[in-house]
């Protein structure tokens, strides 16, 4: 995946999968957005676009020391990002 815009196989699967678990979970309103681009940038643009006053963000560390931390998407959106982000 990574900033490269080609996406797994299996996206629209795991999309379906994670939507139908909020929906259980009584977030009645859940909707799945696959955006193409650099992929911090594009996740604070699309919730400033849409106006979210919170961005919720998985950590999975993969690099660096910091990376291995937070995780470096994590990393950039909690640096960029004007609202404030939940890392779970």
């Known amino acids: 995946m990574g900033n490269s815009g080609a996406f797994h196989a299996s996206t629209p699967s795991s999309f379906r999968y994670g939507k139908k ?6 977030f009645a309103d859940a909707r799945a957005f696959v955006k193409a681009g650099p992929t911090s940038r594009t996740i604070v643009k699309f919730a400033k676009e849409h106006d979210h ?6 950590s999975r560390g993969m690099g660096s020391m910091e990376g291995y931390l937070l995780g470096s998407v994590a990393l950039k959106v ?3 990002s004007e609202v404030p982000v939940l890392v779970v």
Request: charged fraction near 15%; proline fraction near 0%; charge should be negative.
């Open 53 to 58: 006053d919170l961005i919720v963000i998985g």
């Open 21 to 26: 678990h909020l929906i259980d979970a009584g």
């Open 78 to 80: 909690t640096g960029l």
